[in-house]
């Protein structure tokens, strides 16, 4: 049987090709080349000269090789009745002139620049959800990982969570009616009082602090540090300490979902587009 399939396939072809030959047939081609011819049950797919020359929805140049299994994709998929509802295409082009603040009259100008007409444009955005859907269908969801292996990667690959400080200052301009030693000694009884407009607590990192600010690392919990400069006393104060810890397996859990699945993703898509090319009949002129 699945020999006379083969046959037939064959034969469906031979008989394509004897109609691209005949030159009526031939005069729709007449400023276009077709460079390859794609078996399917329900219609043929012919790639052009000017499929491969136009570029794609997002301005990416196509491969024939892109061209072949795109079809191919499309292909497997009317196989499995997948559809692309009509008005889910019209929703993606109202919600791309919105993002864009194109009026349709604007974004019309931009497709014929393109090369392309909303008609064509629709077809093409139509043709990409199809992709995506038997992409999902047939390789994403079926990459997926068990949680002992995220967790063996986790203990396996720490990362390690720097050391902060959660700080609050408060800059105090020179007195000049007072020494340097009273000023200080003055600072430091409005410290006990609360009385100096400290800023609000926030955070840093111990690879951001300033390498003439290194004291900073040791100073102790609500113990105020007043330190002179050009103009006047910089007091710090530590209100927190965070010390260095392994990123939470919940921080990262995402991160290491996506990191083990891509090698998945890319051997399932492999395997897949392999097994499409396998089994298709393609003409190449």
């Avoid at 919990?221 to 330190?227: A, F």
Wanted: glycine share 2%; hydrophobic share 40%.
């Amino acid at each position: 049987m699945i020999h006379l399939k083969n046959l037939f396939k064959k034969m469906y072809v031979f008989l394509l090709l004897m109609l691209i030959s005949n030159s009526f047939f031939a005069n729709v081609f007449i400023d276009d080349r077709i460079l390859s011819l794609i078996y399917d049950e329900e219609e043929p797919i012919l790639i052009t000269k000017k499929d491969l020359e136009k570029p794609n929805i997002l301005g990416r140049p196509h491969t024939l090789e892109s061209l072949k299994l795109n079809g191919l994709i499309c292909a497997d998929a009317r196989k499995l009745k997948v559809l692309i509802p009509e008005d889910a295409i019209e929703r993606m082009v109202e919600q791309i002139l919105k993002q864009n603040n194109l009026s349709l009259e604007q974004f019309l100008e931009l497709l014929k620049a393109e090369g392309h007409t909303l008609d064509t444009y629709r077809e093409a955005l139509k043709e990409m959800q199809l992709i995506n859907s038997m992409l999902d269908f047939r390789v994403y969801s079926r990459a997926t990982v068990s949680y002992e292996a995220i967790v063996t990667y986790y203990n396996n690959h720490p990362v390690i969570k720097e050391e902060m400080y959660q700080l609050q200052t408060c800059f105090v301009p020179f007195e000049h009616t007072m020494s340097r030693n009273k000023q200080k000694e003055h600072i430091t009884k409005q410290l006990k009082e609360n009385a100096l407009p400290l800023t609000d607590p926030f955070w840093i990192k111990s690879s951001d602090i300033d390498p003439a600010k290194s004291f900073i690392k040791s100073m102790k919990i609500n113990k105020p540090v007043i330190q002179e400069e050009q103009n006047g006393f910089r007091i710090y104060v530590t209100v927190a300490e965070q010390k260095a810890m392994p990123v939470p397996l919940v921080e990262r859990y995402e991160e290491i979902v996506k990191i083990l699945k891509e090698p998945l993703e890319k051997e399932l898509l492999q395997k897949y587009q392999e097994e499409l090319l396998k089994n298709a009949v393609i003409v190449d002129f």
